[in-house]
């Protein structure tokens, strides 16, 4: 019997293409995840990546009916037949729904679709007091109307956009997210996220040759987001849970939970919930 646990996020393991069950560390309990990037490919390529053979580019086009189909076998075994007794550790329960996979979720072209369909789901499994929908995202297409129109779509339910900030320092993250972008791309997608759903920042603090991320770096961090703290929902702060699958230069390592608590101490200057999870 395949026991799930936050040490393994394996999408292939129950044999579908597009959802997944894991049990989340920051969701607090079993995640149904939604991977749009059955191809491995992404827009960012972060060293830290789990991500086997992870290439640059689009999600390849997703089958809608093979999605939705997928989508309630899971619910019925979660909701109906004891997925949860049979395959997670007693006292788990379902959290969410993830827009969360081999790549950036937003960058499919039905995702818009995709979302209606979640929230079909929802309402005939009568879940929308039990659940949260949320996208975890890299960001960088908050702004496409395509993307605003069918986050913004999610009325009844709850929503969270879990936005990923691992540095703002042009240097790191050219380094750490191995993309060439600029503060004022990030200021107008942490805007459009905003405007439509609750928003969370998400950063994977790591030591890289032995390095823990600098006062420096920490300190400007603090300084951008000092902006958003007043809309901010909160701050997640994590380290490395499983190994790095990406062929990188540098030797990248796990911080430990006082380390990651320190830098947490720091970051609550913020009037922001800032959570550590290790």
Same mark, same amino acid.
């Given at each position: 019997?395949?026991?799930? @646990?936050?040490?393994?996020?394996?999408?292939?393991?129950?044999?579908?293409?597009?959802?997944?069950?894991?049990? #989340?560390?920051? /969701? %607090?309990?079993?995640?149904?995840?939604?991977?749009?990037?059955?191809?491995? /490919? !992404?827009?960012?390529? !972060?060293?830290? !990546?789990?991500?086997?053979?992870?290439?640059? %580019?689009?999600?390849?086009?997703?089958?809608?009916?093979?999605?939705?189909?997928?989508?309630?076998?899971?619910?019925?075994?979660?909701?109906?037949?004891?997925?949860?007794?049979?395959?997670?550790?007693?006292?788990?329960?379902?959290?969410?729904?993830?827009?969360?996979?081999? %790549?950036?979720?937003?960058?499919?072209?039905?995702?818009?679709?995709?979302?209606?369909?979640?929230?079909?789901?929802?309402?005939?499994?009568?879940?929308?007091?039990?659940?949260?929908?949320?996208?975890?995202?890299?960001? #960088?297409?908050?702004?496409?109307?395509?993307?605003?129109?069918?986050?913004?779509?999610?009325?009844?339910?709850?929503?969270?956009?879990?936005?990923?900030?691992?540095?703002?320092?042009?240097?790191?993250?050219?380094?750490?997210?191995?993309?060439? #972008?600029?503060?004022?791309?990030?200021?107008?997608?942490?805007?459009?996220?905003? #405007?439509?759903?609750?928003?969370?920042?998400?950063? !994977?603090?790591?030591?890289?040759?032995?390095?823990?991320?600098?006062?420096?770096?920490?300190?400007?961090?603090?300084?951008?987001?000092?902006?958003?703290?007043?809309?901010?929902?909160?701050?997640?702060?994590? @380290?490395?849970?499983?190994?790095?699958?990406?062929?990188?230069?540098?030797?990248?390592?796990?911080?430990?939970? @006082?380390?990651?608590?320190?830098?947490?101490?720091?970051?609550?200057?913020?009037?922001?919930?800032?959570?550590?999870?290790?």
């Amino acid at each position: 019997m395949k026991t799930l @646990s936050i040490i393994n996020h394996d999408r292939t393991i129950f044999d579908k293409k597009y959802i997944y069950p894991v049990v #989340s560390r920051r /969701a %607090g309990g079993l995640s149904l995840g939604i991977n749009l990037n059955t191809n491995n /490919a !992404c827009n960012w390529q !972060c060293i830290y !990546c789990e991500i086997p053979n992870l290439t640059r %580019g689009k999600p390849e086009p997703i089958d809608i009916n093979l999605l939705k189909k997928e989508l309630y076998f899971w619910l019925e075994e979660i909701v109906h037949n004891n997925f949860l007794s049979k395959h997670t550790s007693p006292g788990t329960t379902f959290k969410d729904i993830a827009f969360s996979g081999n %790549g950036e979720p937003t960058a499919a072209r039905e995702f818009s679709e995709v979302t209606q369909v979640v929230v079909e789901a929802i309402n005939d499994y009568k879940l929308v007091d039990q659940l949260t929908v949320r996208v975890i995202t890299n960001g #960088s297409n908050m702004t496409n109307k395509s993307v605003q129109k069918g986050w913004a779509a999610i009325q009844s339910i709850r929503k969270e956009v879990w936005f990923k900030i691992d540095s703002v320092m042009d240097d790191e993250i050219k380094l750490i997210n191995q993309i060439n #972008s600029s503060l004022g791309v990030t200021k107008n997608n942490i805007e459009a996220s905003l #405007s439509v759903s609750p928003t969370i920042i998400q950063t !994977c603090l790591i030591k890289m040759n032995g390095q823990l991320p600098s006062n420096k770096s920490i300190n400007a961090y603090i300084a951008f987001l000092k902006h958003y703290e007043d809309r901010l929902s909160g701050i997640h702060l994590y @380290s490395l849970a499983r190994p790095s699958e990406q062929n990188i230069s540098i030797e990248i390592e796990r911080l430990t939970e @006082s380390e990651l608590d320190q830098i947490a101490d720091k970051i609550r200057v913020l009037n922001v919930p800032v959570y550590a999870y290790i």
